[in-house]
């Protein structure tokens, strides 16, 4: 089972950033946040990861709280294209472990 | 930027034939995988592949799912008595040894079974 808690569904302005929380109460020392998204049917979209500082690249930014016993992934200016599900997984940085993918968020970014 | 494909995009099959579902992953990627997702279901690992072998595998792949890399560049996946439970989305990824072990998927090969 997913080892994190997202809310089912949220809303966003188009133009306005998108604020995705994640709960991972349970995470390791050793485990990584990342975040996918997947449009549609599409293929899961990597977005980004992060071990305990705040992580940002071109799509998003990712903030992970001290405790590391959440996440927030930030897309700063959403688009109609966002609108996906996004999908919060913790898993260690290492070797070949699966991904273990739960019910995510699905992003509806309205115009 | 370089992307794992996958063919064909879309399979009708009747239930009981074999299929072959193909994928070419990234070129310097040395870790393979295979998901699944139902129709409105959470994505589902069924394999990872390594140095020629199977890594690990989930309760799902059975003994009717086989994977095999038949040369350098195609990795597949094979259901050899395919049941109208296999319907699903068939997702490659593949990942680079080494300290960037995130996975990147392909596009994806709609099973249908009638």
């Known amino acids: 089972d997913a080892k994190t808690t997202q809310p089912t569904s949220m809303d966003c302005a188009e133009g306005r950033a998108a604020n995705l929380p994640c709960n991972h109460s349970t995470i390791s020392g050793n485990e990584y946040v990342y975040w996918y998204r997947q449009i549609h049917s599409q293929g899961p979209q990597y977005i980004i990861h992060g071990l305990k500082n705040n992580e940002t690249n071109e799509m998003a930014s990712l903030i992970i709280t001290e405790d590391r016993k959440s996440s927030t992934l930030i897309l700063p200016h959403a688009t109609l294209r966002d609108t996906a599900v996004y999908y919060c997984?913790?898993?260690?940085?290492?070797?070949?472990?699966?991904?273990?993918f739960g019910k995510g968020t699905r992003l509806s970014v309205i115009a | 930027e370089p992307e794992v494909t996958q063919t064909p995009s879309h399979q009708v099959t009747q239930m009981g034939q074999e299929v072959i579902l193909r994928c070419v992953p990234i070129?310097?990627?040395?870790?393979f995988y295979w998901y699944r997702q139902i129709l409105g279901q959470k994505v589902e690992f069924l394999v990872s592949f390594y140095n020629n072998e199977i890594s690990e595998k989930s309760e799902i792949f059975d003994d009717q799912f086989s994977v095999e890399r038949p040369d350098g560049s195609n990795f597949t996946l094979k259901i050899r008595s395919t049941k109208l439970e296999d319907s699903a989305m068939y997702f490659c990824?593949?990942?680079?040894?080494?300290?960037?072990?995130?996975?990147?998927f392909g596009p994806g090969t709609r099973l249908t079974v009638l």
């Open positions: 997984i913790v898993r260690p940085h290492s070797g070949n472990t699966p991904l273990v």
């Open positions: 070129s310097n990627h040395l870790y």
């Open positions: 990824a593949s990942s680079e040894q080494g300290s960037t072990d995130t996975q990147y």
